[in-house]
Antibody, heavy 122, light 107 residues
Framework: QVQLVESGGGVVQPGRSLRLSCAAS????????MHWVRQSPGKGLEWVAV????????YYADSVKGRFTISRDNSKNTLYLQMDSLRAEDTAIYYC???????????????WGQGTLVTVSS | SYELTQPPSVSVSPGQTASITCSGD??????ACWYQQKPGQSPVVVIY???KRPSGIPVRFSGSNSGKTATLTITGTQAMDEADYYC??????????FGGGTKLTVL
């Protein structure tokens, strides 16, 4: 069965960096676009970033553009999110999700991990 | 940037029909998905491509998309359906977009 397991969350000071990982199993990882989605405490879902199945394209939400970098290692079935210059407003649960669909028309977040909590605080 | 708008809350009596709307400019030209999220859990897709149900999702969940509004309908709502529901679409700028979420209360 499809499994996505995030790790790397924790408490970090404003302005510092953190790298999240998402280990995938149960499907052909190199065949799917992958996403990060976050949820601030008590708030709604916010899409963060996508990376194409082969890593050829990456897109970001305006709120993280220039500070976050999404990447993947298809040989390790692992997705990453490098988060630099962190701000208090980046505090959230970060989920990785598999994106299914025709990326020209639609993407469904078919599978989600359990999430990892990032807290940005001094 | 593209935006999707949902009502913050919807209430329904057990056994009745709940409808949750999601509006956005030219949404009818996009495909809408719906996710259910219960407290402390990750979201689960209940409708994709406007009106398709993933395996394992009860038939009481259905979806539609016309005009500028996508609608999630739960027919014969059960207590276990109480949750937050989010609509989602994929924008042509290669960005995911979520609605603000709707808290469904079954009372």
């Amino acid at each position: 069965q499809v499994q996505l397991v995030e790790s790397g969350g924790g408490v970090v000071q404003p302005g510092r960096s953190l790298r999240l990982s998402c280990a995938a199993s149960g499907f052909t990882f190199r065949s799917y676009g992958m996403h990060w989605v976050r949820q601030s405490p008590g708030k709604g879902l916010e899409w963060v970033a996508v990376i194409w199945y082969d890593g050829s394209n990456k897109y970001y939400a305006d709120s993280v553009k220039g500070r976050f970098t999404i990447s993947r290692d298809n040989s390790k079935n692992t997705l990453y999110l490098q988060m630099d210059s962190l701000r208090a407003e980046d505090t959230a649960i970060y989920y990785c999700a598999r994106g299914d669909g025709d990326y020209r028309l639609f993407v469904t977040f078919a599978y989600w991990g359990q999430g990892t909590l990032v807290t940005v605080s001094s | 940037s593209y935006e999707l708008t949902q009502p913050p809350s919807v209430s329904v009596s057990p056994g009745q029909t709940a409808s949750i709307t999601c509006s956005g400019d030219k949404l009818e030209h996009k495909y809408a998905c719906w996710y259910q999220q219960k407290p402390g859990q990750s979201p689960v897709v209940v409708i994709y491509q406007n009106n398709k149900r993933p395996s394992g999702i009860p038939v009481r969940f259905s979806g539609s998309n016309s005009g500028k509004t996508a609608t999630l309908t739960i027919t014969g709502t059960q207590a276990m359906d109480e949750a937050d529901y989010y609509c989602q679409a994929w924008d042509s700028s290669n960005a995911g977009v979520f609605g603000g979420g709707t808290k469904l209360t079954v009372l």
